[in-house]
């Protein structure tokens, strides 16, 4: 009887053991062998590294069109940390790609330049839209809240809700 508790004690501990290992690797193990994308949300740049062993291999930090709307330098509306995750990708047989806070983040910058084309507009416009999603990017910490602002801009390019500069920007209106 007694041999039996003991078989089942180092079992037990056996499991307990592999499960904290398991929890324990699930944060770590994605850096074995991936490529992570993140976003700076003070710049608006984008920069993907790679990691081989835990290690960082590689980094390759590139301008968005939102870092390139920028004119007059980051946008810090909070204290925080400026870089934030946005895409995860692990080997396929991991099938590990995590739905991060940003997770759409890269897509709204090429969004939002569809829009500066489609209104437009000027230097100083697109940098006044540039730091309003940055702004939100910061005080919310995630991507979601930009899409209604997104969608308003978008919005404006039939409706005129939002006047380009220089009156008129030769945008042909659906409506005649």
């Known amino acids: 009887m007694r041999k039996i508790r003991n078989i089942a004690i180092i079992v037990g501990v056996g499991l307990l ?12 193990l994605p850096t074995w062998n991936c490529r992570r994308t ?3 949300i003070q710049t608006g740049k984008a920069r993907d590294s790679r990691y081989i062993g835990f290690v960082r291999t590689s980094v390759n930090v590139y301008d968005t069109p939102l870092s390139l709307a920028l004119t007059g330098g980051a946008v810090v509306a909070t204290t925080g940390r400026a870089w934030w995750p ?3 990708f692990s080997p396929p047989s991991m099938r590990y790609s995590p739905h991060h806070f940003f997770h ?3 897509h ?4 939002a330049d569809m829009i500066f084309r489609g209104l437009k ?7 006044s839209m540039a730091r309003e999603i940055l702004t939100i990017w910061q ?3 995630n991507y979601t809240p ?3 602002v997104l969608s308003r801009w978008y919005k404006a390019i039939d409706n005129r809700e939002l006047e380009p500069p220089g009156g008129d920007a030769g945008i042909p209106s659906p409506h005649p």
């Open 17 to 28: 053991c592999l499960l904290i290992t398991y929890v324990y690797l699930c944060d770590y």
């Open 139 to 141: 005080t919310t910490t």
């Open 104 to 106: 759409g983040a890269l």
């Open 86 to 88: 946005v895409n995860t």
């Open 121 to 127: 507009a000027s230097p100083e416009k697109k940098d």
């Open 38 to 40: 993140d976003i700076n």
């Open 108 to 111: 709204q910058t090429f969004t």
């Open 146 to 148: 930009a899409e209604a």
